[in-house]
């Protein structure tokens, strides 16, 4: 006989996700958390580990897996909380102090503002090397307009299907692509062992707290939501999504390690910086092993970005809601906060439409200083924070960190301390020559 706790269970997901027991199975625990993961895995991560891989071959794989070991923690206690507690991240920020909201608010704009013209670009490089009958700007704009359509009239049900499918494709892109690079296993053995590499510092930090570590990884929460798992009996499975998504990432990004050290490195070439750094590999992909490969991997480009586009496009839109209801007197939850509430539908339109203007001014120095000092800030912020939220009061005592993993959240303050502080830097050297 079912149980009355998976008959309640149920009622949160559609029969057919269930097993006899009542039990979800373990090959259908890939949703929120993969939507997350994929979403913080873009162009400009895929460029950063391929030059680290060119530089130092696999010296700095066993950062890659230390990174992956960090944003499980991090999303599960972002996913932790919301389902112990049954609030939103937004409603805990509240919690520790207006000082919090006094961040956010300036920093969910701003950062929109500059990351919108910075995704539709991104997704639009590769559609302007594949058809190059239409120019960027235009094949931006089209991103842009896709993604908000996606966005504004889908369910998060067909969201995430779009994602895995798109997760699928730069999958086996990427992995397929560093099969055919032959990777040299005993050099990938000595990769395991820590060491930082002469000159390797930045690279080594990038890699274990920069890839796939974004504002998307605080939406985690409103994903479970969405999805119809929003109590305490749905933390084991939670754990399992974002184990299983993180795995997978970890994956991709070890292949982009390989592509970096068997491809770029052999080649002797230096990768333009930023997105761009892509388009550079594909013209070597072309040359060794013929057009096939090296279109395919532009599929997969575009795969990553717009992945990250919908992704973006449908989370940071759930936070803003969120947090503007909260500010209008509105509780998590109302119809005004969801998906299709007239605060969503309004930040999805501000993501699409105010950064094109972007396309025309080029980069404005200005934003793009006051958007590298935010977003230089932001993890920090979410790894200290999630330290308040998982200890004392706010969180029932059978949920609360254990020291293990109050050592991990400590582990990746600090390292997110230091990365942004490198980050800050680099965004105010302009003002000093």
């Known amino acids: 006989m079912t149980s009355g706790k998976n008959l309640d269970d149920s009622k949160l997901v559609a029969p057919a996700t269930l097993d006899p027991d009542g039990k979800l199975p373990k090959w259908k625990i890939v949703g929120p958390g993969l939507v997350v993961a994929a979403t913080g895995v873009g162009a400009a991560d895929m460029v950063a580990t391929l030059v680290a891989g060119s530089r130092y071959g696999y010296a700095l794989l066993w950062a890659v897996i230390l990174g992956v070991i960090l944003k499980i923690v991090l999303v599960e206690g972002a996913g932790r909380y919301t389902l112990a507690t049954g609030k939103t991240i937004f409603e805990g920020w509240r919690s520790l102090g207006k000082w919090t909201t006094w961040y956010f608010g300036p920093y969910i704009m701003l950062w929109g503002f500059v990351y919108g013209a910075t995704a ?12 190059p009958l239409l120019p960027l700007p235009v094949w931006a704009v089209l991103m842009g307009v896709a993604g908000l359509t996606m966005v504004w009239f889908g369910r998060y049900a067909i969201f995430e299907k779009i994602t895995a499918v798109l997760v699928g494709i730069m999958f086996v892109t990427v992995v397929g692509l560093a099969v055919i690079a032959a990777p040299d ?13 002469e000159g390797g510092v930045l690279y080594t930090l990038a890699l274990a707290g920069g890839v796939g570590g974004t504002i998307t990884l605080a939406a985690y929460g409103y994903w479970l939501r969405e999805k119809g798992w929003s109590t305490p009996r749905w933390m084991k499975v939670m754990r399992i999504d974002n184990r299983m998504a993180y795995v997978m990432t970890g994956i991709f990004v070890v292949a982009m390690l390989i592509v970096g050290a068997e491809v770029v490195g052999a080649a002797g070439i230096t990768l333009s910086a930023g997105d761009k750094g892509l388009l550079d590999l594909s013209t070597v992909l072309n040359e060794k092993y013929g057009a096939v490969v090296g279109t395919g991997f532009l599929v997969g480009f575009w795969a990553a970005s717009f992945s990250s586009i919908i992704g973006v496009w449908n989370g940071v839109s759930l936070m803003f809601a969120d947090f503007w209801g909260n500010m209008r007197g509105k509780k998590s939850g109302h119809p005004d906060t969801m998906v299709g509430g007239k605060y969503f539908k309004f930040y ?3 993501l699409t439409f105010p950064p094109m203007i972007l396309f025309l001014l080029g980069s404005p120095i200005g934003l793009i200083l006051a958007y590298g000092v935010l977003g ?9 924070t999630l330290l308040g939220l998982l200890n004392g009061k706010r969180i029932p005592h059978e949920w609360r960190n254990r020291w293990f993993t109050n050592i991990a959240l400590s582990i990746c303050a600090l390292l997110f301390i230091i990365l942004g502080v490198q980050q800050l830097i680099t965004a105010v050297k302009p003002l000093f020559g």
């Open 120 to 131: 539709m670009s991104s997704a639009a490089l590769p559609l302007a090397a594949l058809f």
């Open 185 to 197: 296993f005993p050099a990938m053995l000595r990769g395991l062992v820590p060491i930082i590499p």
């Open 348 to 350: 999805l339109l501000w």
């Open 376 to 384: 230089s800030l932001f993890m920090p912020f979410l790894a200290i």
